[in-house]
């Protein structure tokens, strides 16, 4: 049984940083690409960033490129997202994905759909 937990997040001034972690357990994690998304409360979910099997190769929304820093550490089965300069904007309940079948493009890596496996999800808030 495929499980993707989740732990991090909470509460933070803007400007402040906060991390989650997404521990993968029932899958051979080395095998698949890993990706984080969020969804903020009446919006649709979105993309945050993505890291290809080795980790060698990741991608970021425009919204959080230079603030956000995706990780993974295949041996001990589990990705990471650093977030710095967090803004209010960043509030939403984050979620971590698995994919085992795709290339690892960006553009397949930006899409939900591609993901065969989701985390719970874990609350991020940043305030005013």
């Known amino acids: 049984q495929v499980k993707l937990v989740q732990s991090g997040g909470g509460l933070v001034q803007a400007g402040g940083s906060l991390s989650v972690s997404c521990a993968a357990s029932g899958l051979i994690f080395s095998g698949y690409n890993m990706g984080w998304f969020r969804q903020a409360p009446g919006k649709e979910r979105e993309f945050v960033a993505a890291i290809t099997r080795p980790g060698t190769t990741s991608y970021y929304a425009d919204s959080v490129k230079g603030r956000f820093t995706i990780s993974r550490d295949n041996a001990g089965n589990t990705m990471y997202l650093q977030m710095n300069s967090l803004k209010p904007e960043d509030t939403a309940v984050y979620y971590c994905?698995?994919?085992?079948?795709?290339?690892?493009?960006?553009?397949?890596?930006?899409?939900?759909?591609?993901?065969?496996?989701w985390g719970q999800g874990t609350q991020v808030t940043v305030s005013s």
């Open positions: 994905a698995a994919d085992g079948a795709s290339w690892g493009s960006s553009a397949q890596l930006r899409f939900a759909g591609t993901y065969d496996y």
